[in-house]
């Protein structure tokens, strides 16, 4: 018997480092990862689908958003339960009690409110949450009294941090201790989790899973992109019987990823601009630098023509400000090498001497070189040194 999990939608997501182009083409791949659910069914013969949790990005997300998320939820062929969680709580704004959502939603869609739902012969439990702050482990509330019943079989669905995997305690943090307990007496055969993004086997038992976001939402995701497909076997297993048989299977299409750079010479620079031309897909690729180091003039010039040139074919590219330290160094080759004359000259003198200056006040005040991978604090430092960088990127190109 087999069941696909997959959490943490998210529909109706938005992120302020998108252009509206961009940001377009992340709300597209989003729904595009619900409707390849109906796919991933099909090929691996899934009985059923469990939503654990975060199906919307808020109870207030537009009409569209609704519309297209049930379209999309039409194309899978089998159940589908979904769980409300911290983002779209069962309240009375709820999205999922919407008039709305109630006309739209594929009659195969439920919302799990609690109460069990028996489906394909396995009854679902469910945690669902009612608020956004709740004053109880929701986990432990609806697995209370549980215990094994031959021929029951039961999973899990719920949403949360969970207090052993590295959740500061709060009231709603889960417990897997208990979890794990009934997992072993064979009362759980699977216990499926949303909130956390990466998608992580929990505990000792291999029954109990995060599947992560199915499409990346930062950069600090580790596994993200997947969703799950969990065999419990043809029969109730015995307890302390081996783990289910859970498969990632990759839908995700963005890709976050996060780099350090050390940027001191011309072949640092031609690093960069391998790093920059090898990213695949680069539409759908987020990338976030940190950058440290201390670049000429022409070199610094040539950074930034790259990642301007970059910026034009990524999804997003951002420069991690406070991870990065990059100074500029003008000298008098640096100006030379500009071929100016007259005003223009002096101006690049000056600005060639407001940088040195400023970087090295930022110095003595413990700016850059007093705290280990913060940018200059003097802005003085970062204007002077970006004009250079401008000034000779204008007189290169004539």
């Known amino acids: ?119 394909a012969g396995v009854r679902v ?31 899990l669905v719920a949403h949360g941090a969970v207090e052993d995997f590295g959740a500061a305690r709060a009231a709603a943090t889960i417990d897997l201790a208990p979890l794990e307990r009934l997992v072993a007496d064979g009362a759980l055969e699977a216990v499926c989790l949303g909130d956390r993004h990466s998608t992580t086997d929990v505990g000792s038992t291999g029954r109990v899973w995060y599947a992560g976001a199915p499409e990346p939402t930062d950069h600090d995701e580790v596994d993200p992109g997947n969703v799950l497909v969990v065999d419990l076997g043809d029969e109730q297993p015995p307890p302390g019987a081996p783990g289910a048989v859970v498969t990632r299977v990759p839908v995700g299409r963005w890709r976050f990823r996060r780099h350090r750079l050390d940027l001191s010479t011309d072949e640092d620079v031609d690093a960069l601009e391998e790093l920059l031309a090898g990213l695949p897909d680069k539409s759908r690729t987020a990338l976030k630098l940190s950058v440290v180091g201390s670049l000429s003039v022409a070199q610094k010039a040539r950074v930034d023509a790259l990642l301007e040139h970059a910026a034009d074919l990524l999804g997003a590219l951002q420069v991690w400000e406070r991870r990065s330290d990059l100074v500029v160094r003008a000298d008098a080759a640096d100006l030379d090498a500009l071929g100016l004359s007259g005003f223009a000259r002096e101006a690049a003198e000056r600005l060639a001497v407001r940088a040195g200056a400023a970087v090295a006040a930022d110095l003595a005040a413990g700016g850059a070189g007093g705290e280990r991978g913060r940018a200059p604090s003097t802005p003085d430092a970062v204007a002077a040194q970006d004009a250079l960088s401008l000034l000779h990127r204008l007189a290169a190109a004539g």
């Open 125 to 155: 439990l469910s945690a669902p949450w009612r608020s956004k702050r709740p004053v109880e482990d929701l986990a432990a509330r609806a697995c209370a009294g549980l215990a094994r019943e031959e021929g029951v079989r039961r999973v």
């Open 1 to 119: 018997m087999r069941f696909l999990h997959t959490a943490d939608w998210q529909l109706g997501m938005t992120r302020h480092y998108l252009s509206p182009e961009a940001q377009a083409r992340s709300t597209e791949a989003r729904f595009e990862a619900v409707r390849s659910l109906g796919r991933v069914a099909r090929e691996h013969g899934c009985a059923f689908v469990v939503v654990a949790g975060d199906v919307f990005e808020t109870n207030h997300v537009g009409r569209d958003v609704v519309a297209r998320a049930c379209e999309a939820l039409a194309e899978v062929p089998v159940p589908v339960l979904l769980l409300p969680g911290n983002h779209d709580p069962l309240d009375a704004g709820s999205v999922l009690r919407s008039e709305l959502f109630a006309r739209l939603a594929p009659s195969h869609v439920h919302v799990l409110d609690g109460e069990p739902v028996d489906v």
